[in-house]
């Protein structure tokens, strides 16, 4: 098999966070419309993810949040997004980059996203000493159930669960360093 020289699995990745990037925007300005929602999990030991050190101890890998009814300063840039979200009832503010986002999924029109995410070793111990734990964020079934971080007393989405992966598209490839 041929070398591919031109990157074509990198600009397919930038492409489809671009995708992110817009439905945020449209969401920043308008709010959300109709029953979207936005399921969004990404890598919280990548380098430039900020989130409150209680939440990195909580989920030192991954974790899911829930862009629905409530959540405040909805920011995206061309970098990533900020957010305010409740947390127990405690208002914490998030900046997440695209870059570390691992799936985008709005169940609502049944359309997801994965993303291919690669974090450096070195970036993590040197950026989040603390993530260094083996457990893990939200399982798939915590986040079909839409029992994520947000606030616990929000009713989970409404929907037929089996088919929130049907639009999924998932990039599968390794990147040479």
């Not at 405040?72 to 570390?100: C, K, M, T």
């Amino acid at each position: 098999m041929n070398e591919d020289l031109l990157g074509y699995n990198e600009m397919v990745e930038q492409a489809m966070r671009s995708v992110v990037r817009k439905a945020l925007e449209r969401a920043a300005k308008g709010g959300l419309p109709g029953n979207h929602h936005f399921y969004i999990t990404f890598k919280t030991d990548h380098p430039d993810v900020m989130i409150p050190n209680r939440l990195v101890d909580q989920y030192p890998e991954e974790m899911t949040i829930v862009l629905q009814h409530q959540f405040w300063g909805l920011q995206p840039d061309d970098e990533g997004f900020d957010v305010e979200l409740s947390f127990n009832r405690q208002h914490e503010h998030l900046r997440i980059p695209y870059a570390a986002l691992i799936t985008f999924a709005d169940p609502s029109v049944n359309f997801g996203l994965q993303f291919h995410v690669e974090v450096e070793e070195d970036a993590i111990a040197t950026e989040h000493p603390e993530a260094a734990s083996d457990e893990k964020g939200p399982t798939q079934a915590q986040m079909e159930a839409g029992t994520t971080d947000n606030d616990p007393d929000e009713d989970p989405p409404e929907g037929d669960d089996d088919s929130r992966t049907d639009n999924v598209v998932t990039l599968d490839f390794t990147r040479k360093k």
